[in-house]
């Protein structure tokens, strides 16, 4: 289902001519420099074909004749390769190595071109020569070193490896090496030659730079009936290409429908071209403005277009109330990609219909709805942001994997969110004595799908009677009774006390009571703050008044309720002494 649902992205995307799609028996791939040779043979320069990234030089991407999967062997490519291959010279200290591959290239391209055409004429007297070499000895050679190079004629447009007669050498090369077994396509149901080997995946973070394999067999353990390698799961050549195409097109540095979360790559598409496939990427991380006021008008337009849907499907409103040209309808496809050696593994495979997804969605960012501590911060935090929140010193290397995935896995299918999340996030404010927006929405939305908890206020309940959240409100007022009397305090009872007040309440809050009876009376000596005391005696037993008793202990669930209680007291002082000022 994943190989059938990429071959129709390839077949779509092909039909785009803006695509920039390579075509069947080509492939994008990195190039940095092209040989200018004259029609002798000899070279006339060497173009410096990269592109401008910043302060950075980076190759560009061009189609060329199909790339081999070489993994450790010796294979050449076809008119274009690494300097190892193309000169007989590379940084790899492996002479021996380096000498039988650029003797593999030499043999590749005498075996399938003559000198009929002034460009394939040309390149075979340059390798003819034997003094590729000698390129070593250039100041520029750290630059060219190990890079993939290819050919151009001097004074002809275009690289030699896509005139007529090199494009018509490609096709009996190609055909060549796809001669074998002949079988049905498990993909297409067409009757062919079967790849033995699919083209690598490039693009997952973790994974070989190189390329992994995702249908990959490669030990008698992993094989049927006799069959080896790839056999095992006969997909024919044309899809073999198709599917890994549109794979690493999707992985693409620059693509829009790719992002990272812990160690799992995810892409997405639809069946159908829609606009979903170009601000999916937002709901994890936000969108970075490029350069250039027109580049920042379309992302700001992006994101405002983004803000809209998600207000409307959290809301309970139907997308297309917003965004008339998406079709609810539409298959959409997330797949999950993790590196582990030279194969990947499929951590997250969905299809379904996009309204279906955008539903579920909406139940996520209903769930996490929760009052901002400051009005900078997302009203629908990406879900990389929550993740941050979630690891030690807020460091994205620090996400756990199974949370990371546990989590984008409930996001997309409305399965209950994984059962580490709770204590991972008390454990992080427990550290760190301190309740973020962040933290407190995780809860929230934790509550409400896992523990069944028919609701969660959004901002201060002040009728709410649930126990755990009434202790929360408790130790706000106090900790801000304590602020107010002892201004500027190395440490307060949040720093100190917040963990067990929460865990053991029974255990902390007698104490907590009879130092904040002190605070209370230290204000009222002092007659600018004492209407303050008051209000803060006034609260304090208001809210006593609604306990029976303080436990000894509270399970994780109530824990987190406490924590959600706590945050809405702080967030309801904050906003009054703002509205005050």
Same mark, same amino acid.
């Given at each position: 289902?994943?190989?059938?649902?990429?071959?129709?992205?390839?077949?779509?995307?092909?039909?785009?001519?803006?695509?920039?799609?390579?075509?069947? *028996?080509?492939?994008?791939?990195?190039?940095?420099?092209?040989?200018?040779?004259?029609?002798?043979?000899?070279?006339?320069?060497?173009?410096? +074909? #990269?592109?401008?990234?910043?302060?950075?030089?980076?190759?560009?991407?061009?189609?060329?004749?199909?790339?081999?999967?070489?993994?450790?062997?010796?294979?050449?490519?076809?008119?274009?390769?690494?300097?190892?291959?193309?000169?007989?010279c590379d940084g790899k200290a492996k002479p021996e190595r380096t000498e039988l591959c650029h003797a593999a290239f030499i043999g590749l391209v005498k075996s399938y071109c003559d000198d009929t055409d002034p460009g394939l004429k040309a390149v075979l007297s340059f390798l003819g020569r034997g003094k590729a070499a000698e390129l070593a000895e250039r100041e520029d050679?750290?630059?060219?070193?190990?890079?993939?190079?290819?050919?151009?004629?001097?004074?002809?447009?275009?690289?030699?490896?896509?005139r007529p007669a090199a494009r018509k050498a490609w096709s009996v090369c190609r055909a060549d090496r796809e001669q074998g077994t002949i079988g049905q396509c498990l993909v297409t149901g067409q009757s062919g030659s079967i790849a033995r080997l699919h083209p690598s995946i490039k693009g997952v973070r973790g994974a070989q730079s190189s390329g992994a394999s995702m249908? $990959?067999?490669?030990?008698?353990?992993?094989?049927?009936?006799?069959?080896?390698?790839?056999?095992?799961?006969?997909?024919?050549?044309?899809?073999?290409?198709?599917?890994?195409?549109?794979?690493?097109?999707?992985?693409?540095?620059?693509?829009?429908?790719?992002?990272?979360?812990?160690?799992?790559?995810?892409?997405?598409?639809?069946?159908?071209?829609?606009?979903?496939?170009?601000?999916?990427?937002?709901?994890?991380?936000?969108?970075?403005?490029?350069?250039?006021?027109?580049?920042? #008008?379309?992302?700001?337009?992006?994101?405002?277009?983004?803000?809209?849907?998600?207000?409307?499907?959290?809301?309970?409103?139907?997308?297309?109330?917003?965004?008339?040209?998406?079709?609810?309808?539409?298959?959409?496809?997330?797949?999950?990609?993790?590196?582990?050696?030279?194969?990947?593994?499929?951590?997250?495979?969905?299809?379904?219909?996009?309204?279906?997804?955008?539903?579920? @969605?909406?139940?996520?960012?209903?769930?996490?709805?929760?009052? #901002?501590?400051?009005?900078?911060?997302?009203?629908?935090?990406?879900?990389?942001?929550? +993740?941050?929140?979630?690891?030690?010193?807020?460091?994205?290397? =620090?996400?756990?994997?199974?949370?990371?995935?546990?989590?984008?896995?409930?996001?997309?299918? *409305?399965?209950?969110?994984?059962?580490?999340?709770?204590?991972?996030?008390?454990?992080?404010?427990?550290?760190?004595?301190?309740?973020?927006?962040?933290?407190?929405?995780?809860?929230?939305?934790?509550?409400?799908?896992? $523990? =069944?908890?028919?609701?969660?206020?959004?901002?201060?309940?002040?009728?709410? $009677?649930?126990?755990?959240?009434?202790?929360?409100?408790?130790?706000?007022?106090?900790?801000?009774?304590?602020?107010?009397?002892?201004?500027?305090?190395?440490?307060?009872?949040?720093?100190?006390?917040?963990?067990?007040?929460?865990?053991?309440?029974?255990?902390?809050?007698?104490?907590?009571?009879?130092? $904040?009876? =002190?605070? @209370?009376?230290?204000?009222?000596?002092?007659?600018?703050?004492?209407?303050?005391?008051?209000?803060?005696?006034?609260?304090?037993?208001?809210?006593?008044?609604?306990?029976?008793?303080?436990?000894?202990?509270?399970?994780?669930?109530?824990?987190?309720?406490?924590? @959600?209680?706590?945050?809405?007291?702080?967030?309801?002082?904050?906003?009054?002494?703002?509205?005050? *000022?």
């Open positions: 289902m994943i190989l059938h649902a990429l071959n129709d992205y390839y077949d779509r995307m092909a039909k785009d001519c803006d695509s920039g799609m390579p075509l069947y *028996g080509t492939s994008l791939e990195n190039i940095s420099f092209a040989l200018v040779l004259g029609e002798d043979g000899s070279l006339q320069a060497i173009e410096d +074909l #990269r592109d401008q990234n910043g302060n950075k030089l980076r190759p560009r991407k061009l189609p060329v004749p199909a790339a081999e999967k070489k993994a450790s062997g010796i294979k050449a490519n076809f008119l274009w390769d690494a300097t190892g291959y193309v000169l007989g050679w750290s630059d060219i070193c190990d890079t993939n190079l290819v050919f151009r004629l001097d004074g002809v447009p275009g690289f030699i490896h896509d249908v $990959s067999f490669n030990l008698s353990a992993f094989e049927s009936y006799g069959k080896g390698q790839s056999f095992n799961a006969p997909v024919g050549q044309p899809a073999a290409f198709a599917y890994t195409t549109a794979l690493n097109a999707l992985l693409g540095s620059d693509s829009r429908q790719k992002v990272t979360i812990g160690d799992t790559t995810y892409v997405f598409w639809a069946k159908k071209t829609t606009e979903a496939e170009t601000f999916f990427a937002d709901l994890f991380t936000p969108t970075k403005g490029s350069e250039g006021k027109a580049s920042e #008008r379309i992302d700001q337009k992006t994101t405002q277009d983004l803000f809209s849907l998600l207000k409307a499907i959290r809301d309970g409103r139907r997308p297309v109330d917003i965004l008339p040209d998406l079709d609810p309808d539409v298959s959409f496809y997330v797949l999950g990609l993790a590196p582990n050696a030279a194969r990947l593994s499929i951590r997250f495979w969905q299809e379904t219909s996009l309204g279906d997804l955008l539903q579920k @969605i909406g139940r996520h960012y209903q769930q996490l709805n929760l009052v #901002r501590q400051y009005e900078s911060e997302p009203e629908f935090p990406p879900l990389w942001r929550l +993740l941050v929140e979630t690891a030690t010193l807020g460091k994205s290397e =620090n996400i756990s994997p199974i949370l990371a995935g546990g989590l984008t896995r409930s996001m997309f299918t *409305g399965a209950p969110y994984p059962q580490n999340l709770l204590p991972i996030v008390l454990d992080r404010i427990r550290a760190e004595h301190n309740v973020t927006y962040f933290r407190a929405a995780l809860l929230k939305a934790y509550l409400l799908r896992n $523990s =069944n908890m028919k609701e969660v206020p959004v901002s201060l309940d002040v009728s709410r $009677s649930d126990r755990p959240y009434l202790l929360g409100r408790l130790f706000a007022v106090l900790e801000k009774a304590q602020e107010e009397a002892v201004p500027g305090a190395n440490a307060t009872i949040k720093d100190r006390y917040l963990a067990s007040a929460a865990a053991t309440p029974g255990q902390v809050f007698h104490l907590l009571l009879k130092n $904040s009876a =002190n605070h @209370i009376g230290k204000l009222k000596k002092d007659p600018q703050k004492k209407g303050r005391a008051f209000h803060y005696d006034n609260m304090t037993q208001e809210i006593i008044s609604g306990l029976t008793d303080y436990p000894k202990t509270m399970k994780a669930e109530e824990q987190g309720l406490f924590m @959600i209680g706590y945050y809405h007291q702080r967030k309801d002082f904050y906003t009054k002494k703002t509205q005050e *000022g």
